[in-house]
């Protein structure tokens, strides 16, 4: 069966008699792969059933030429979606609430990232994305973060899809065009460093506390001018050519 253009297979095992390394096999696979000037990333789907998946990542690869989208199709190490046992564990080490409402719902970052980062560097990619159908619970040097959207650590890159298909319908919109608009924010932060997340305003880097909150950015997906000016300007055109297919699409949709 012929892949879509933009389709990655990784392979856990080495094939029999091939003695190259990893480096020398991911770099023959970027060599292989749609020939891009831009910066590489995957989307690993781990469960949350993105169909369509292929006709987005076209939609925004079309848009511009700076970053490059392809499906990672890829086999799920064990521990890479955490268990809910492994998750209260995890949060009363912490000192984590003992009654947070949908806390077994929460899959842990850093156990994704773990297991990802073999995948990305075996797939030559620059950024690898996991979409898991749960929450995320992530940390930092100061707070333990619980119900997230999103996380990401150098090149690695989480994003929930819990509760999306509902607020894209909401939002009357495609469901896989909501999971691209997560990993595009989140892609967008790790390459412009002064990016970041914020209070919900109804752009693009909404934190989204309130996650039904996230329905009134899929409706209209905009960039707000204060997050532009931290974008270079050489890179701006592309960020923006990036929301306007995501609000397009499908091709025909409403500018």
């Known amino acids: 069966m012929k892949l879509p253009q933009f389709t990655l297979v990784h392979q856990r095992r080495q094939p029999k008699g091939d003695t190259r390394s990893p480096a020398t096999r991911a770099a023959a696979l970027r060599a292989a792969s749609p020939a891009t000037k831009g910066k590489r990333v995957g989307i690993w789907d781990l469960g949350a059933y993105v169909g369509r998946l292929p006709q ?10 700076e970053l490059v989208f392809f499906e990672a199709l890829a086999a799920m190490p064990a521990g890479t979606v955490s268990q809910p046992s492994r998750v209260r564990a995890w949060s009363d080490e912490r000192g984590g609430p003992r009654r947070l409402p949908g806390l077994e719902a929460n899959v842990i970052a850093d156990d994704f990232f773990k297991r990802a980062e073999r995948v990305r560097r075996d797939l030559g990619l620059d950024y690898l994305a996991g979409v898991t159908a749960k929450m995320i619970a992530d940390e930092d040097e100061e707070q333990v973060y619980y119900n997230l959207f999103a996380a990401a650590r150098q090149r690695l890159i989480l994003v929930s899809s819990y509760d999306l298909r509902k607020y894209a319908a909401k939002a009357g919109r495609p469901f896989e065009s909501a999971v691209v608009g997560l990993v595009v924010a989140s892609v967008l932060t790790l390459l412009h460093r002064r990016l970041e997340f914020h209070p919900d305003r109804g752009c693009l880097f909404d934190f989204n506390e309130d996650r039904a909150g996230i329905v009134k950015v899929l409706k209209d997906p905009r960039i707000e001018d204060s997050c532009l000016q ?11 050519a990036l929301v306007e297919a995501l609000r397009r699409y499908p091709e025909g949709g409403p500018s």
């Not at 987005?56 to 030429?65: F, K, L, P, R």
């Not at 270079?232 to 960020?239: E, G, M």
């Open 56 to 65: 987005v990542i076209e939609a925004v690869n079309g848009a511009q030429d």
């Open 230 to 240: 931290k974008i270079p300007p050489p890179h701006r055109p592309a960020a923006l």
